[in-house]
């Protein structure tokens, strides 16, 4: 099934989305908004979509999952594992933009998802989606140390034969999957931030708020 993109950008119109790659704020302006201005949001939930899928139609999908030779999964080529994250967001969607579509449109929602711009722009537009990136060093110093990202730490300390290298070769990925959304978005000409180690919470708070209007 296949929704047409001007219903959406009708029905969507309260929806604005903040793209981007890791450790560059999302989750943390995402808060922001949802504590200070009373947005609703939406979480990327893959476990709840996955029972619906099958590996035919959704191959991305069905990883990662407990039968995983975890030290393969872990090393898998960088340009492999980049792939994977890209394609399971855009089988992600098929199913977020129904959940987007149940919410209420009493108040506005606020979207944390990194994903190609291309395949969200024909219904969210550039006014209302910004690009948050920040340095290679940052999301290598960041990203598996995050908190809400420990049982990702946790599974490789377990179960892959170097988990120091392992985090290495981890964080090629999270860069260049960084990287290609950041590229895009600027060849697109959405608006991009760089999240610096001195800028503050409240400065790119107002920077977002800024773009969008509010």
């Keep these: 099934m296949k929704i047409n993109n001007n219903y959406l950008k009708e029905q969507l119109k309260h929806v604005y989305w903040l793209n981007g790659g ?13 504590e200070e201005l009373g947005f609703q949001t939406l979480g990327d939930d893959v476990l709840k979509y996955r029972p619906f899928t099958s ?28 792939e994977w994250l890209f394609q399971i967001v855009e089988e992600m969607m098929d199913f977020f933009i129904i ?25 969210i537009p550039e006014e209302r989606m910004i690009c948050f990136y920040t340095s290679d060093e940052e999301i ?13 730490l ?16 981890g964080n090629k990925s999270m860069v260049k999957f960084s990287n290609e959304i950041k590229q895009a978005c600027t060849k697109m000409g959405i ?24």
């Excluded at 139609?57 to 340009?79: G, I």
């Excluded at 290598?140 to 990702?152: A, V």
């Design 22 to 34: 890791p450790c560059a704020g999302k989750t943390t302006m995402t808060k922001k908004f949802v």
């Design 154 to 169: 946790d599974c490789i300390n377990a179960y892959t034969i170097n988990p120091e290298e392992t985090i290495k070769h």
């Design 99 to 123: 959940d987007l579509l149940t919410m209420s449109n009493d108040k506005p929602i606020i979207i944390d998802l990194g994903i190609m711009p291309e395949r969200i722009l024909p219904f």
């Design 140 to 152: 290598e110093r960041l990203y598996y140390f995050r908190e809400d990202h420990k049982m990702i």
């Design 55 to 82: 590996p035919v139609e959704y191959p991305a999908l069905q990883f990662p999952n407990p039968d995983l030779d975890w030290n393969k999964w872990f090393n898998k080529p960088v340009d492999e594992h980049c």
């Design 191 to 214: 608006k991009t931030v760089e999240r610096i180690p001195s800028m503050s919470v409240e400065e790119q708070f107002r920077l977002v708020r800024e773009h969008f209007g509010l």
